[in-house]
Every structure is written in C-alpha cells, then in structure tokens.
C-alpha cells in the first residue's frame, strides 16, 4: 500500500540537538541546569502579573500583528515599527526567511561553528546548507565566508555572538561580510545574545539593515528578558522583506500572554535590570573563564551568557560531563558541533557557577581518559 512521502530531504533531516532532558526529570535534589543558555533569574513579578492578565482572555485571538509590541520595541530601540515582524521565537523566523528566500538547488552558508538550526532550516526549505571554516581560536572568519560564497548562495547566517563559542564579530567586520556579498545575498545577523554584549566596537545589526535592502537583523526576549517559554522573537527588516515575512508567518503566532509578557519586558524598571544582568553575566563569566583556567582548561573568552569549554579529548568530556551529572549539574555536550572534547556552561547563579567550578577541580584530579 503507498503512504505519502515526505521529500527526501525531509526523510534524512535529523531531528533538532536538544539539551539532556534528564535535568527537567531530576527527582532528588535540585539540578544546575546550565545546558540551554536560559537566563537563571526568574521573571519579575510585573511580567508574570501581565502574563496571568492576558491569559484571563484566553478564549479571545490575540492582536495578529503585535501591534503595541512592535510599537514599543520600535520605541526602545529606536526603529521603524513597520520594518518589525514578530515571531514564535526568532527560529521561527529563521526558518520563514529560508523558505521565502532559498529552495531546491540553492545554498545558506554559515560559519563553521554556527548555531545548527541555520543548517535544519535550509533543509526545510529544500537547500543545502554550506559551512565555511572557522578561523583562530573558533571565530568567524570573514574572509572564509566570502571564499565560500557561490552563485547558488541566497543567505548568509551569523550568529553574533556566535553559539556555542560567544566569540563576536565587530561592526567593522559585520560591515566588511555585507560589502563583500552579492546584492542578491540576504544576510541574516541572529544577535540573540545582544544584550549580554560588553564590548565597545559590537552593533547588533540594526544599522546594517538600515543601510541597504538586503540584511536582516534577529533578536528574541528569551535570553536576557528571561521569556524562553513565551516563545517571543523579532526581526527587523527592510520593508520589502518585512512584507514577504508577514506573507509567511502563520497569523497570530504569538500568544496574548506571551506579547504582554513581553511588553511588560520592556518597562523602564525591567529594562534597568536587564543592564544589572549584563554586568552581573560579564563578572561571573570572567571568574568562572579564570577558575577554569587555574585548572588548566581552556575556556574561550565569551560575549554571551555562556562559556565553551575545552578538555583534553572527547573522552575526557564525556568524562567530565557525566561524572558532573551524578552531581546534579548539566552543561551542554558538543559532539553535534563537531566539538566533542568540549562543552559548553551557561552562566548561572553566583551560587551555581562556584558549584561547577568546584566540581570541575575534584573531577580534574581524578584519572579522565583523553584523545579524540
């Protein structure tokens, strides 16, 4: 009997990488959970009251276009409304504008080490992702990327900062990747991780976009604002792909609570905690990259709210990683990245990051396999 069949690219697209779910099932004890780049603190209690507001009006469609919440971001940052589209978090969008834009026989390309749903959202669309090499100490390198670029490339994708590596590209370079690329060329920037950036040459890519018709900029309330499950991302565009986006998009893809949510996000209070959280973040993650490297490992400098760590070969990481399970703590492994003597440890609590670290010091003195 014939059944339908998916295109086979479909058939061979592996499932997305989650994080273990064993800490989410944890039964003793509480978990450190430092494998999905979720942001410790909880919601403030002004976010969650707007949430359980919105939520009293359940049975109601919410506002298909964001409207207040495209006002207001426009307003925080200082952009046209009318360029925001709003999604189900920023992969959702990633995936519209590989849809919209690439298809069968042409090419996405990015980084060697970039984030993995740019690779599952061409094979979506029917095209073939491409990965360009990676340049020292895990960074992207420009001039591979443009190196890479054929007449079959339709997007480029940056995560900036990069993840898992944190590692940043300047505006300069931002600058220099979009001189470089053909017109036809959209260039993605995800800057998912924009608001834990402290360094002083780095511009999430809103003045990119500004500057042409072919560059669009990704950002998402799950990370710093602390709304994972709100499931609330944005991007910012030129009006001509903003158009092809809210042709796409399913309409009302963002819930009532999870938009108010968000608008709460953006108060003034709420958004002078989001400055504490980027300096608490730098500080935490510099003692936490000086404690691991007094234990002779290699942490990667980081602009995100996370720190790459290396061991001294895929056995040792798994190592590692389990013997720091059977203490209740989850980083995240990185043998999908082709990084399987690494893993990479979300910032935390003051608490929890001290926990690791000393974890990782009893675990170091004991007798870790090494090699590849």
């Given at each position: 009997?014939?059944t339908?069949t998916?295109?086979?690219?479909?058939?061979?697209l592996?499932?997305?990488?989650?994080?273990?779910?064993?800490?989410?099932?944890?039964?003793?004890?509480?978990?450190?959970?430092?494998?999905?780049?979720?942001?410790?603190?909880?919601?403030?209690?002004?976010v969650?009251?707007?949430?359980?507001r919105?939520?009293a009006?359940?049975?109601?469609?919410?506002?298909?276009?964001?409207?207040?919440?495209?006002?207001?971001?426009a307003e925080?940052h200082?952009?046209?409304?009318?360029?925001?589209?709003?999604?189900?978090?920023?992969?959702?969008?990633?995936?519209?504008?590989?849809?919209?834009?690439?298809?069968?026989?042409?090419e996405?390309?990015?980084?060697?080490?970039?984030?993995?749903?740019?690779?599952t959202?061409?094979r979506?669309?029917?095209?073939?992702?491409v990965?360009?090499?990676?340049g020292?100490?895990?960074?992207?390198?420009?001039?591979?990327?443009?190196?890479?670029?054929?007449?079959?490339?339709?997007?480029v994708?940056?995560?900036?900062?990069?993840?898992?590596?944190?590692?940043?590209?300047?505006?300069?370079?931002?600058?220099a990747?979009?001189?470089?690329?053909?017109?036809d060329?959209l260039?993605?920037?995800?800057?998912?991780?924009?608001?834990?950036?402290?360094?002083?040459?780095?511009?999430?890519g809103?003045?990119?976009?500004?500057?042409?018709?072919?560059?669009?900029?990704?950002?998402?309330?799950?990370?710093?604002?602390?709304?994972?499950?709100?499931?609330?991302?944005?991007?910012?565009?030129?009006?001509?792909?903003?158009?092809?986006?809210n042709r796409?998009?399913?309409p009302?893809?963002i819930?009532?609570?999870?938009q108010?949510?968000?608008?709460?996000?953006l108060a003034?209070?709420?958004?002078?905690?989001?400055?504490?959280?980027?300096?608490?973040?730098?500080?935490?993650?510099?003692?936490?990259?000086?404690?691991?490297?007094?234990?002779?490992?290699?942490?990667?400098?980081?602009?995100?709210?996370?720190?790459?760590?290396?061991?001294?070969?895929?056995?040792?990481?798994q190592?590692?990683g389990?013997?720091?399970?059977?203490?209740?703590i989850?980083?995240?492994?990185?043998?999908?990245?082709?990084?399987?003597?690494?893993i990479?440890?979300?910032v935390?609590?003051?608490?929890?990051?001290?926990a690791?670290?000393?974890?990782?010091?009893?675990?170091?003195?004991?007798?870790?396999?090494?090699?590849?």
């Amino acid at each position: 009997m014939k059944t339908p069949t998916p295109r086979p690219a479909i058939v061979d697209l592996a499932p997305y990488p989650v994080a273990s779910a064993r800490a989410a099932t944890e039964s003793t004890g509480t978990p450190i959970r430092l494998n999905q780049n979720e942001r410790a603190a909880r919601p403030s209690e002004r976010v969650v009251a707007a949430f359980a507001r919105a939520a009293a009006d359940a049975n109601r469609y919410p506002d298909g276009g964001c409207g207040r919440l495209r006002a207001r971001i426009a307003e925080v940052h200082g952009l046209d409304a009318a360029r925001i589209v709003c999604g189900n978090g920023s992969g959702e969008l990633v995936a519209l504008l590989a849809c919209a834009y690439a298809g069968g026989g042409d090419e996405i390309l990015t980084g060697q080490f970039a984030y993995l749903y740019f690779d599952t959202a061409a094979r979506i669309a029917g095209a073939t992702p491409v990965r360009a090499p990676a340049g020292p100490d895990l960074g992207i390198d420009i001039e591979a990327l443009l190196d890479a670029v054929t007449p079959r490339t339709r997007m480029v994708c940056v995560d900036n900062p990069g993840n898992p590596t944190g590692r940043m590209l300047a505006a300069d370079a931002v600058r220099a990747l979009r001189r470089g690329l053909r017109d036809d060329i959209l260039l993605v920037l995800d800057a998912a991780y924009a608001e834990y950036v402290t360094a002083a040459d780095y511009e999430p890519g809103a003045a990119v976009v500004e500057d042409g018709e072919n560059t669009v900029m990704l950002r998402t309330f799950s990370k710093i604002h602390g709304l994972a499950a709100a499931r609330v991302g944005w991007a910012y565009c030129p009006a001509a792909v903003a158009e092809v986006l809210n042709r796409v998009r399913l309409p009302n893809n963002i819930t009532g609570p999870s938009q108010a949510a968000a608008l709460a996000a953006l108060a003034p209070e709420e958004r002078q905690r989001v400055t504490g959280l980027r300096a608490q973040n730098d500080a935490l993650r510099r003692r936490f990259c000086d404690d691991l490297g007094a234990l002779g490992l290699t942490a990667y400098p980081s602009q995100g709210s996370y720190v790459l760590v290396r061991f001294a070969g895929r056995g040792a990481a798994q190592a590692t990683g389990a013997a720091l399970q059977d203490r209740g703590i989850y980083g995240r492994a990185m043998a999908a990245y082709d990084l399987a003597d690494c893993i990479r440890f979300t910032v935390g609590t003051e608490t929890e990051m001290a926990a690791v670290a000393e974890a990782l010091k009893r675990i170091q003195g004991m007798a870790l396999p090494g090699g590849g």
